[in-house]
T-cell receptor
């Protein structure tokens, strides 16, 4: 089935550690996105990429990094510089219609 | 920039009744308004969207209305069923190209009581 796969579903991190969240899509979409979801808040854009080897900061990029070496993959690294990393992270992609297709999310907890 | 406010934050209705969720936006140039449904433990999924050249759009039991003058749009769910229980998000942007421009509301947790 076509879709977006995020892993891991749950992740625990100690303070000071970097962690990387995986996002893979087989929809042949050019654009990919990372959002952060906190309780009672809407989705906030962290980073996005409209084409391979190019990406742009979103509204809350500080403390995060990404890469886009392949069309299918858009991993997100949560660095130790992110002051409040505990959240639900959503990856998405979009094609020519602009509709966003989301993965099932990764829940990160800092211990 | 665009700001989207969504109300209510929680909504509980009896099965079979109707549910209405409202959003207001600030950017008069916004012309694309999607609604997403997020079931527990899953990512959001687009359920309906509307563009500013129409005032209402229906898809079976769901409908969206848009008032450009007042800058607000609403989601209407009729004959609610237990599977409608979820968190619903509205969003707004200038055009459907470039989803990075989408600004989301805070979400509404809808509970359908049997």
């Amino acid at each position: 089935d076509g879709g977006i796969t995020q892993s891991p579903k749950y992740l625990f991190r100690k303070e000071g550690q970097n962690v990387t969240l995986s996002c893979e899509q087989n929809l042949n979409h050019d654009a990919m996105y990372w959002y952060r979801q906190d309780p009672g808040q809407g989705l906030r854009l962290i980073y996005y990429s409209q084409i391979v080897n190019d990406f742009q900061k979103g509204d809350i990029a500080e403390g995060y990094s990404v890469s886009r070496e392949k069309k299918e993959s858009f991993p997100l690294t949560v660095t130790s510089a992110q002051k409040n990393p505990t959240a639900f992270y959503l990856c998405a992609s979009s094609g020519i219609t602009g509709e966003l297709f989301f993965g099932e999310g990764s829940r990160l907890t800092v211990l | 920039g665009e700001n989207v406010e969504q109300h209510p934050s929680t909504l509980s209705v009896q099965e079979g009744d109707s549910a209405v969720i409202k959003c207001t936006y600030s950017d008069s140039a916004s012309n694309y308004f999607p609604w997403y449904k997020q079931e527990l433990g899953k990512g959001p999924q687009l359920i309906i969207d509307i563009r500013s050249n129409v005032g209402e759009k229906k898809d079976q039991r769901i409908a969206v209305t848009l008032n450009k003058t007042a800058k607000h749009f609403s989601l209407h769910i009729t004959e609610t069923q237990p599977e409608d229980s979820a968190v619903y998000f509205c969003a707004a942007s200038r055009g459907i190209q470039g989803a990075q421009k989408l600004v989301f509301g805070q979400g509404t947790r809808l509970t359908i009581n049997p």
